[in-house]
């Protein structure tokens, strides 16, 4: 009876600690989009995964935030080229905006960090079915040519992917350069995205 009892509690204890784990999980659900210094003061963008209510927003945004800090808020900023934050945190104000505007054609910021690699020869599978690392003439001479070349692909580390204009609206590189959005505050450059 006491082993049942002791075996209880620590499934008990067990749940407890994993629901736990998914509420911390699922209340900081977003990722940093730029984190920057520009004129004394320290600009982070982030990107949530949806629109939260604006009090749990604050909640989310809360660590974040500080004196000469501007927390900019973005909803998956990745399927658009053009979009308007859902939320500004700066000293002077807050503003809160869930009906936020944004545009989808073509380059979205994804298509800007799915560009951003490069394909580099790294080897050949031969048509017999070994695998050479020769990257040129010559590959597979010897294993009836190449069946198939190897490629690895590279990111572009400094290729700029997106722009926060001046309004704080967030375009894909050579959208619109902000043009229409008080002309550009800083560029975002292409890192390792998943």
């Known amino acids: 009876m ?3 009892r002791q075996l209880m509690k620590k499934i008990s204890i067990l749940f407890l600690l994993i629901l736990l784990t998914f509420s911390i999980a699922f209340s900081n659900s977003y990722e940093v989009v730029y984190s920057g210094s520009i004129e004394g003061k320290t600009i982070k963008a982030i990107s949530v995964d ?19 800090v501007i927390v900019l808020v973005y909803k ?9 934050p ?20 073509y380059p979205t910021i994804q ?9 580099t020869r790294v080897g050949a599978i031969c048509r017999d079915g070994t695998r050479s690392s020769a990257t040129g003439r010559g590959a597979c001479s010897h294993h009836g040519g ?7 692909e590279t ?27 008080n002309g550009i505050l800083v560029q975002i450059k ?3 995205y998943k």
């Open 86 to 105: 859902l939320a500004v945190y700066d000293d002077v104000k807050k503003s809160y905006n869930p009906k936020f505007k944004s545009s989808t054609s």
């Open 155 to 181: 990111k572009k580390t400094n290729a700029t992917i997106a722009s926060i204009c001046k309004n704080y609206y967030l375009e894909a590189e050579s959208y619109n350069n902000c043009s229409k959005n």
């Open 2 to 4: 006491i082993h049942r």
């Open 50 to 68: 949806r629109i939260y209510e604006e009090q749990e927003l604050n909640e989310l945004v809360g660590p974040l935030n500080g004196q000469n």
């Open 111 to 119: 298509d800007k960090i799915n560009s951003a690699t490069y394909r």
């Open 76 to 84: 998956d900023y990745k399927l658009y080229n053009s979009l308007e």
């Open 190 to 192: 292409n890192r390792s």
């Open 146 to 152: 190449v069946s198939r070349w190897l490629y690895k």
